[in-house]
């Protein structure tokens, strides 16, 4: 696992501005007395008192209904309809099993927060190299393990251990850290680029470090004799990164053993999440790893208000994140009690390699990397508790049909005593001709869902719904004749119910 | 009552983070009563949606995020072209605190001035990750970014910083050797 460092020399003054600010407690005390206030004015419906305060317009006689959820995934889960399918036979077959005593157990044990590493290991993939190299200056004894690689990501596994020398901070960094690993082919030399963190860990007791290095694939240069670099360390303390200089080499004939196969298996299928709308593109699966490549109505690139452009994070990657947990001694690995985005291949839960979260596709791209799996054909994609995604054995579209969205709207307006019904052609037009009245920003992040049915005489002006939070509000007049009045004023006959995307 | 603990907990929150979160949003809108406001929509917010809160981080990084989004819906509104001059001449007072309600030691004004003066997009991802310690993981929650640009834009941000530090003259050769 890596620390997070961008050490700079402006770290101690800008710690520092956060103290030298000091607030007035008596202000401070104030500001906590009168929320609290407008808390208790809140909780008995007097909004007009709490909205004195907030900076947003309000609407008058607003009434925000809590709605208590129990599960929030299960309740306001979304319509999935999911076909996948799989024409796929597929199975790994190491070109050359290599016999794993060479190895260090650490590699394949929990300490490794990369299953993919583990996967290969246990079934035998990799180039045994079984090399030493003794840094004599910093007294360190380094041990080339084993190379395995796919056609994009390559795993060096080695283990460095030292009497002297502290190797506790000591990283082989060479995603944000001072460290690099170049690639040296006759006269060819090339510095390779890393794939995600890699993983580490230091056996404080034998003072030695394991580390499955991460870095593009070599694979072209299978059957040639090539020459790794490992250059400089990065030391990380608490206050700052710093550099050891030295040069780790490694020099071996690329075996075919070391590579494995990927195999791609176009998917084009639609489903969505919390409000968007998403569609797995492919999966991609190899010896190291399996990639679920999605694209979605929020994984497109963000423009900012200067220009530039930038990921965000949709709702799957914060679903998928959601179940990432770090741990000191093992790394990013999955918190068991949080919902998450995993595979289920035999029954079998597959999880996330977290440390590879850093892995961008191409535009717009999002993707999802799972430990390998042994049979494609019996997998399914579980997004929560709700969405599940199967990828059929013999290929033939499967649909289910979740009708969780509109249960739980109907749901959420029966607890408050409303029911819901379509608007006619009349009732259109009418909201139409209302809503063009209305400043564009009032619109645009809500869609009609229907009306109250059965309300005429009712104080109630609108109904909505949060998409995001389920929670239900209510816009009312302060009784019946006035609430007809605004209606008439609107040129609505009846009260709309929205969904609001916010 | 659940309303009452959950009152109770806005009230523990308040004690905890309210300082923490309106010297963020001080520093993002450079007005205190303007701060002060959206600390208390802040709150108040956390209050409603309460049960929206899922644990997914901790109360304190869903709490920035509120005031995140408050304060971002603030400075869209503050905007529009027609104040734009006016923003721009009246930016060097705007940068000046009531002093009787809060303070800035002496030693940190410069960096304070210095922020002020940088974009949104840069100064938010230094308050965030260099000022309040927030972790990439948490900041990218709080913006809602991807954390390789979390990291990228804080990399583009020191510098700018830096700049803007020696532009104000309140950076010279021996001050870095002095940090």
């Known amino acids: 696992m890596k620390k997070q460092y961008e050490d700079t020399e402006f770290d101690n003054p800008l710690k520092m501005l956060n103290s030298d600010l000091i607030w007035n407690k008596t202000k401070q005390q104030e500001l906590k007395n009168q929320i609290l206030l407008d808390l208790e004015n809140l909780e008995s419906s007097n909004i007009n008192k709490y909205s004195s305060r907030l900076t947003k317009a309000k609407k008058k006689n607003v009434k925000s209904t809590l709605i208590k959820r129990n599960t929030l995934y299960k309740r306001f889960s979304l319509a999935i309809i999911v076909c996948l399918i799989i024409i796929l036979t597929f199975s790994f077959t190491p070109a050359f099993a290599v016999i794993q005593k060479v190895y260090d157990k650490i590699f394949s044990s929990k300490h490794i927060d990369d299953a993919g590493v583990k996967t290969a290991i246990n079934q035998g993939y990799g180039q045994a190299l079984d090399q030493t190299f003794y840094d004599e200056k910093h007294d360190i004894k380094v041990h080339f393990e084993m190379i395995v690689m796919d056609d994009k990501e390559t795993k060096l596994l080695l283990t460095y251990q030292s009497e002297k020398t502290n190797l506790e901070n000591y990283y082989l960094d060479i995603f944000e850290g001072n460290t690099s690993i170049n690639l040296i082919v006759g006269k060819k030399h090339k510095k390779l680029k890393n794939v995600g963190w890699g993983s580490r860990y230091y056996d404080s007791k034998e003072n030695k470090v394991a580390e499955a290095e991460s870095f593009e694939s070599i694979k072209e240069f299978e059957g040639q004799d090539i020459r790794l670099e490992i250059e400089n360390i990065t030391i990380y303390d608490d206050n700052k990164a710093s550099t050891v200089q030295t040069i780790w080499p490694l020099s071996f004939k690329l075996d075919k053993s070391a590579i494995s196969k990927r195999k791609t298996v176009e998917i084009n299928k639609n489903f969505s999440f919390e409000g968007e709308t998403y569609k797995i593109k492919k999966v991609e699966l190899s010896a190291l790893e399996t990639r679920v490549i999605v694209t979605g109505s929020d994984t497109k690139l963000y423009t900012d208000e200067n220009g530039m452009q930038y990921k965000v994070m949709s709702k799957l990657e914060n679903k998928f994140l959601n179940a990432r947990k770090i741990d000191k001694k093992y790394g990013y690995i999955v918190d068991n009690n949080k919902s998450g985005v995993f595979l289920k291949s035999a029954g079998k839960k597959v999880v996330p390699i977290f440390s590879k979260g850093e892995i961008e596709g191409e535009k717009d791209e999002y993707i999802m990397i799972f430990a390998p799996i042994k049979d494609p054909q019996d997998c399914i994609l579980e997004i929560g508790d709700d969405i599940k995604i199967p990828m059929s054995k013999n290929g033939k579209v499967e649909k289910q049909v979740d009708g969780n969205d509109k249960s739980t709207i109907e749901e959420l307006l029966a607890e408050n005593g409303f029911i819901a019904e379509p608007l006619s052609n009349d009732e259109m037009k009418e909201l139409d001709i ?45 009784n019946e004749e006035e609430a007809k009045i605004v209606r008439e004023e609107s040129g609505l006959s009846f009260i709309p119910i929205y969904l609001n995307h916010y | 009552m659940l309303s009452e603990y959950r009152k109770e907990e806005i009230a523990d929150w308040y004690d905890q983070h309210s300082k923490s979160i309106l010297t963020f949003i001080l520093l993002m809108v450079k007005d205190y009563q303007q701060a002060e406001d959206l600390t208390h929509d802040t709150f108040v917010k956390a209050y409603l949606y309460y049960d929206s809160f899922k644990n997914h981080s901790s109360e304190k990084t869903w709490l920035f995020s509120i005031a ?63 000022i309040k310690g927030f972790s990439i993981e948490d900041t990218a929650k709080i913006l809602n970014w991807s954390e390789s640009k979390v990291k990228s834009t804080l990399f583009r941000a020191i510098p700018v910083l830096k700049k803007q530090l020696i532009k104000e003259g309140f950076l010279n050769e021996e001050a870095i050797r002095r940090y």
């Open chain 1, 434 to 478: 209302y809503l063009k009245k209305l400043p564009k920003e009032f619109t645009s992040d809500r869609t009609i869902i229907g009306k109250v049915s059965n309300y005429e005489n009712s104080k109630v002006i609108e109904v909505s719904i949060s998409e995001k939070s389920n929670i239900l509000s209510e816009v009312h007049a302060s």
């Open chain 2, 68 to 130: 995140h989004n408050l304060t971002v819906d603030f400075l869209r509104k503050r905007k529009p072209s027609i104040f734009l001059r006016e923003f721009f001449l009246s930016q060097k007072d705007n940068n000046l605190l009531p002093e009787d309600i809060i303070k800035i030691k002496e030693n940190s004004y410069e960096f304070y001035k210095a922020l002020g003066e940088i974009k949104d997009t840069y100064r938010k991802v230094i308050v965030l990750r260099k």
